[in-house]
Each structure stands twice: as structure tokens, then as C-alpha cells.
């Protein structure tokens, strides 16, 4: 049985850096799921003021985060004094991903769709 | 500077025992805009795991048939759960539920998001510098190089990032002095500075970029000011204040080529105080650098 992992959400509220489409379509996916999850407004917000939650969050065994980059990510927490456990710690990236790859990806499937013919 | 706050606000969208489902479209509208004002969302409906947190605000809302007493909200101790009754609500008076308990729990800062903007100004732009240790060698280049006191040195003599909020929006300048591609600014267009892996290209090309000591040897920032301020004079005379401003922008957009290997912003560039101040920090800046270049030296090799 595999254990249960928390998901965390960036939306990026204060930039344009992630693109509208992939962010706006994983939300969907997440909100539409029976699976709980956490969202953040702006984790670079939220690191910038040292949020408490930001060292919650790091703490957490099984993690997966949906933001950008994974080097922003873990310098991110790191800089909020919160710093990503080396193991259990997934990091999807939005600027770089399709919505669809990262909602298999969160699903468990694989990231790309399977070939007609493949058995999953 | 920006404060540290306390505690934050956490809004709990509950689905779960004892209420009733929130229609799909008003559950991704409510949440998507609570995520654009900068709140943090947790969303549950069955059985699942959400992390845990210490010290923070759960605010739960959730269409219950009767008020609930108590939520099995996960809550530790040092949590404060306050419980709003959503049935037949739009998102919009949902999310005046939300900003009013945001507003007057204890504990909590006030407008989530506004770090480092006044009541009335606008939104400040999560906008700094973030070393990656993994690749940082304390040379303080950076340091010496910011103008604005966004850098520091801790007790261990290491360099830190230590006023995010004086970093000038857009201006990744100090990323492009690192010699180590160590500083990343993760709301930048482009790798490696927005975090993106570094390629061996990357790499060398940091190795042949502007030497710091004679960017601030040359006064680069003085020069800029100054050639800003000449700028200002000569157009103040023109009549046709649509073309003086184009002429302007034309000669920023020139300065800025000279310095395009930093990419600062032409309104960083404008805005830059008078070539005495900037003498004068760059030299503070400098010192401070050198100080703790010093400190880490006498240290005992470990
Ligand atoms: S962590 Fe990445 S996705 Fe999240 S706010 Fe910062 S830049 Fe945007
Ligand atoms: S310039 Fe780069 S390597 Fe040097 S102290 Fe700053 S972040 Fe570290």
C-alpha cells in the first residue's frame, strides 16, 4: 500500500510566470478530486515573511509540491529557514510541465498519456 | 524589511462528516480567488491526509445543516478553529467571511499578501534574491555589489539575504555578478536565474562576465545616474513632452545595452539616487563585504 502523501498548490498569485492555462487546469483537477490538498497564494511571499507554515509544510514525511522550478522551491523553504527534507519530497514544475503530465503525475499514472495498444 | 508574523490564516474548504457538498463551480471559484488574495487554502472532502500546523488560524467553512461543536480539523494545540456556516452564500460574501476574520483574529496579519506595500499602495511583487548554497562560496560579491542593503552577513560569517523587500522589482542585476550562478530570482523570465538547472554554457559564461571590481571601479551606478539627470535637464526644455520622454527611453534603452549583461530595468535605472549617495553606499556596501571577508578568514580552518 503506498503511503499517503500531502499536496501542495502554488498559484503564483503575484507574477505571471506561470502560465494561466497549466495553473488554472491543475487547480481544476485538484478541486475536482476527492483527495485533500493545501494551497498557497505565493510561496516566494510566503518565504520572504518567514512563514511559520512554510516549516509545517517541510516537515511533512511524503510531499509533493506543484510550483516552478525544484531549485526555487527548496532554496525557497530553505531561505525561510523551513529547508525540504532530502527524501519523500516530489517537486512538479509548472513552467516547464503540461497541466495533463502533472495531473497523472498527481493521480499516479504516468506523466505521458499511454500509446493506444499499451495496457496500464 | 518584512515582518515576521505570527500566525497566518488558514481557510479550511470542508466537505466532509456532518456537511454538504459545495457545488463544484462556487468550490473552484471560492478557492481560486482566496488563493489570488494571497490566503492559504486547504480543501478537504473524505478521508485524506493535509499536513498539520502548529500555531495558526483554521477558519473552516462548510455548509452545515447545524452548527457543528467541535471539527476533527486535524487541529494541534495552539490552533484556534473558528467555524462559518457557508449554506447558500456566492463567493464573494464568502470571501468577505474571510477578510473580516483575517482581519480581527488575533495574531494574524491583517491583508495577506501586502508584505511590504503600504495600506493604500500596490501589491508588492515577491521580488528578491535566493542563494543556492549548494553552489554559494561566501565571496561576497554580492554583497559588495547591492546598493539597497538587500544582503547581509550572519554570525557565522554567512552571506544572507537579509531585506527582500528593498530589492528593486524586475532587477536581477546581483545574479548576473555571482561568479558561481548562485542567486536565483524565481519570478525571472529566463535560466538559469528563474531556478532552471545550469548548463556547463552557463557556467562559463559567468566566468567571463564584467569583473565586480571594475563595474565599481568605473562607478557604473554614478555614471547611469548621472547620465540619467542630463537626460532630465536637456528634455525638461522640450515643448513636445511625448517626444522628450520617447528621446529618453531611447537613451536609457542605450545605457541599458551597456549593461545588458545585468539586464537592470529601465525604471531601476531612473530612479537610482544621486551619484554621492551612490558613492557613498557602494563604499558601506564594500566594506561590509570586506569585514566579513576578514571575520571568515581569521576563523579556524574546521
Ligand atoms: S514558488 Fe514558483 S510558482 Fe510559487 S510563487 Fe514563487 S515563482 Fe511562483
Ligand atoms: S556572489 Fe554568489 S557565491 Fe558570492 S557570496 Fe554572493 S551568492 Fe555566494
Redesign the interface.
Known amino acids: 500500500m503506498t503511503q499517503q502523501r500531502c499536496v501542495l498548490f502554488c498559484r503564483c498569485a503575484f507574477a505571471r510566470v506561470v502560465p494561466d492555462e497549466v495553473k488554472n487546469d491543475v487547480l481544476t483537477h485538484l478541486v475536482d478530486r476527492a483527495e485533500p490538498f493545501d494551497a498557497v497564494g505565493d510561496l516566494c511571499e510566503m518565504s520572504a515573511r518567514k512563514d511559520p507554515m512554510l516549516a509545517d509544510l517541510a516537515s511533512q514525511g511524503n510531499l509533493t509540491v506543484v510550483a516552478c522550478y525544484p531549485r526555487a522551491v527548496k532554496w525557497l523553504f530553505s531561505a525561510a529557514g523551513a529547508p525540504l527534507a532530502a527524501e519523500g519530497v516530489e517537486i512538479l514544475n509548472m513552467r516547464t510541465e503540461t497541466a495533463a503530465s502533472i495531473c497523472n503525475r498527481l493521480d499516479g499514472k504516468p506523466s505521458e498519456p499511454l500509446l493506444s495498444g499499451e495496457s496500464s | 524589511m ?7 490564516l ?1 481557510v479550511l474548504v470542508y466537505e466532509g462528516r456532518d456537511s454538504l457538498p459545495i457545488p ?1 463551480e462556487l ?2 471559484e471560492l ?2 480567488s ?13 478521508e ?9 488560524h483554521i477558519l473552516v467553512l462548510g455548509r452545515f445543516e447545524s452548527m457543528p461543536d467541535a471539527l476533527a480539523t486535524d487541529a494541534s494545540e495552539g490552533t484556534q478553529v473558528h467555524v462559518r456556516n457557508i449554506d447558500g452564500m456566492s463567493a464573494e460574501s464568502i470571501r468577505g467571511i474571510v477578510d473580516e476574520v483575517s482581519q480581527t483574529a488575533d495574531g494574524i ?1 491583517d491583508d ?2 501586502a ?2 506595500a503600504s495600506a493604500s499602495g500596490p ?6 534574491p ?4 549548494d553552489r554559494c562560496t561566501n565571496c561576497m560579491q554580492c554583497l559588495s555589489f547591492c546598493l539597497f542593503d538587500v544582503y547581509g552577513v550572519t554570525k557565522a560569517g554567512q552571506i544572507t ?1 537579509q531585506n ?2 528593498n530589492c528593486k522589482t524586475d532587477c536581477p542585476a546581483c545574479s548576473r555578478v555571482c561568479p558561481e550562478v548562485a542567486i ?1 530570482f ?4 529566463a ?1 538559469p536565474i ?4 545550469i548548463s556547463a554554457d552557463d557556467v562559463r559564461r559567468e566566468a567571463m562576465k564584467v569583473d565586480i571590481s571594475s563595474l565599481l571601479g568605473g562607478d557604473i551606478y554614478s555614471m547611469l545616474r548621472d547620465r540619467s539627470a542630463k537626460a532630465k535637464s536637456r528634455f525638461s526644455k522640450e515643448r513636445d513632452d511625448d517626444r522628450a520622454l520617447k528621446e529618453r527611453q531611447r537613451c536609457l534603452n542605450k545605457m541599458q545595452q551597456a549593461v545588458d549583461s545585468l539586464d537592470i530595468p529601465v525604471e531601476v535605472l531612473s530612479s537610482l539616487p544621486s551619484a554621492d549617495t551612490i558613492r557613498e553606499r557602494a563604499e558601506q556596501a564594500k566594506q561590509k563585504a570586506q569585514q566579513a571577508l576578514q571575520m571568515n578568514a581569521q576563523k579556524p580552518i574546521t
Not at chain 2, 48 to 55: M, N, P, R
Not at chain 2, 123 to 128: A, E, G, L, S
Not at chain 2, 130 to 133: C, F, K, L, Q, T
Open positions: 518584512i515582518a515576521k508574523k505570527s500566525s497566518t488558514r463544484g468550490r473552484l478557492i481560486r482566496l488563493l489570488d488574495q494571497g490566503y492559504f487554502v486547504s480543501a478537504v472532502k473524505s485524506g491526509k493535509l499536513a498539520k500546523f502548529s500555531q495558526s496579519v495577506p499578501g508584505a511590504g501589491r508588492w511583487k515577491p521580488w528578491f535566493v542563494i543556492d548554497y539575504v527582500q523587500s536565483l524565481p519570478k525571472y523570465k535560466g528563474n531556478g532552471d538547472e
